[in-house]
Structure formats: structure tokens, C-alpha cells
């Protein structure tokens, strides 16, 4: 049974910092495009930051650019999110997710691969 879990979510400041963390099972991340996404209240799913197996091909949302960082450790099966310089319109559910290499890259559609169940992160003003 494939899994994958995010974590690290909280509550913060705006100009604070989190990592957020994302473990799988049931699947080897070196294999998939790995991605996090997340999705605001009354909003559509959006791309964060998605990176391939080698790290070589890295997207990043125009919004986290400079702030956040996509890192990922293949062989304890992880890929983690240091998300810096936090803003209130930062505040959303993220999500984690596993995609195969022959999808469209850091595709928001849920059929697209495996997904977590999401980590809340919330920055107050």
C-alpha cells in the first residue's frame, strides 16, 4: 500500500520560518517526480515546488521564489520544503506528492500520481 505523509505544518509569524517534511511507503521517491502543492480556502490547488529524481529540474512557484527551497533525500525516501521570509498569503493546506516521470511536470490534477493528506500551515500578521 503506497502512503505518502507530510508533516512540519504550524502556526507562525510572517517572516518565520518552516520545513516541512514528506515521507512515503509503498514507493521509491527516486523513482517520481516529487512535488509540494498547496490549495487556500475558496482556491484552486496550486504548484510550489516540484523537482525530478536527480534535482536537475526544479520548478518554483513565481510567489516563493527566493524564499522557499525544495530538497530531497532519495535515500531515506524524503523530500522536504524550507519555507523562509513566510507571508499571511502563504497560510494554506500543502500537500505532498509522488508523479510519474511520464506525467505532465508538477501537474495540480489529483490523478496525477500519489498524494498525502496535507500539512496545515498558517501565518499570521
Known amino acids: 500500500q503506497v502512503q505518502v505523509v507530510e508533516s512540519g505544518g504550524d502556526l507562525v509569524q510572517a517572516g518565520g520560518s518552516l520545513r516541512l517534511s514528506c515521507t512515503g511507503s509503498?514507493?521509491?521517491?527516486?523513482?517520481?517526480?516529487m512535488g509540494w502543492f498547496r490549495q487556500a480556502p475558496g482556491k484552486e490547488r496550486e504548484a510550489v515546488s516540484c523537482?525530478?529524481?536527480?534535482?536537475?529540474?526544479?520548478y518554483y512557484a513565481d510567489s516563493v521564489k527566493g524564499r522557499f527551497t525544495i530538497s530531497r533525500d532519495n535515500a531515506n525516501n524524503a523530500i522536504y520544503l524550507q519555507m523562509n521570509s513566510l507571508k499571511p498569503e502563504d497560510t494554506a493546506m500543502y500537500y505532498c506528492?509522488?508523479?510519474?516521470?511520464?506525467?505532465?511536470?508538477?501537474?495540480?490534477?489529483?490523478?496525477?500520481?500519489?498524494w498525502g493528506q496535507g500539512t496545515q500551515v498558517t501565518v499570521s500578521s
Open positions: 523537482s525530478n529524481w536527480k534535482g536537475r529540474t526544479t
Open positions: 509503498g514507493l521509491t521517491f527516486a523513482d517520481y517526480v
Open positions: 506528492a509522488a508523479q510519474s516521470p511520464f506525467d505532465d511536470f508538477c501537474s495540480t490534477s489529483q490523478t496525477s500520481g500519489y
